[in-house]
């Protein structure tokens, strides 16, 4: 049972370079989101999906794209790569229902230098 | 808007001691309460959930959290630390009014002394 599963684990990108984060999920779930989390800064939400097709805006989406073809899958994708977005970046997943706890993905550490 | 706040983000205890992480969230509406675990390379795991009925939760590895309505709080607690608990934690909220989304704290970093 694979659960969340991220690509890769580990990245370093040179500014401006592109990349895109791969996220999968095998429990069915309908709710996707990507986090990242910065030293002392908690988790911070990128963007979230709540079904194959929608997508949408979370706290900091700037520099960040995203979509979402299959329930599975919900990459991530980096344009235009800044020092600012280094970080690591977790997805996660939920069931529907509003009680329904996240399920994580283990993260890409990605550096920008 | 909801939101969560972690006091002290670095914890210490020693080997056998309480374990006391605090967790105060902002909601105007009926929250749920979520307590996550981070250990180091790893992603995160829920510990714990409050959602309905009984305000004692009781989650994995010994931990325990009351929901604390009129104190708008949500503290983690174990009786006796063992070594194995060092690791990074996270309160988060969500509601029916957030869709979804979860609200977390900064984390508190938790040292355990042998």
């Known amino acids: 049972n694979a659960g969340v599963t991220q690509t890769p684990k580990f990245r370093i990108l040179k500014i401006g370079q592109s990349m895109t984060l791969q996220c999968t999920q095998d429990?069915?779930?309908?709710?996707m989101y990507w986090y990242r989390q910065d030293p002392g800064m908690g988790l911070k939400l990128i963007y979230y999906s709540v079904g194959a097709g929608i997508t949408d805006k979370g706290e900091v989406p700037n520099g960040y794209n995203v979509s979402r073809s299959t329930t599975e899958d919900f990459p991530l994708r980096l344009e235009l790569a800044a020092p600012s977005q280094t970080s690591v970046y977790f997805c996660?997943?939920?069931?529907?229902?509003?009680?329904?706890?996240?399920?994580f993905g283990n993260g890409t550490r990605l550096t920008v230098t | 808007a909801q939101s969560v706040t972690q006091l002290g983000s670095h914890v210490s205890v020693s080997e056998g001691a309480l374990v006391l992480l605090r967790c105060n969230y902002s909601?105007?509406?009926?929250?749920?309460l979520f307590w996550y675990v981070q250990y180091p390379n790893q992603g995160l795991q829920l510990l714990l959930k409050y959602t309905t009925g009984a305000t004692l939760v009781k989650g994995i590895n010994g931990f325990e959290a009351e929901f604390k309505k009129s104190e708008t709080s949500f503290h983690l607690t174990k009786p006796s630390a063992h070594m194995s608990d060092a690791a990074e934690y996270f309160c988060a909220v969500s509601d029916k009014d957030t869709g979804n989304q979860f609200y977390f704290g900064t984390g508190t970093s938790l040292t355990v002394i042998p």
């Open positions: 429990m069915n779930h309908n709710y």
């Open positions: 909601s105007s509406v009926p929250p749920y």
């Open positions: 996660a997943s939920s069931r529907q229902e509003y009680n329904s706890p996240l399920h």
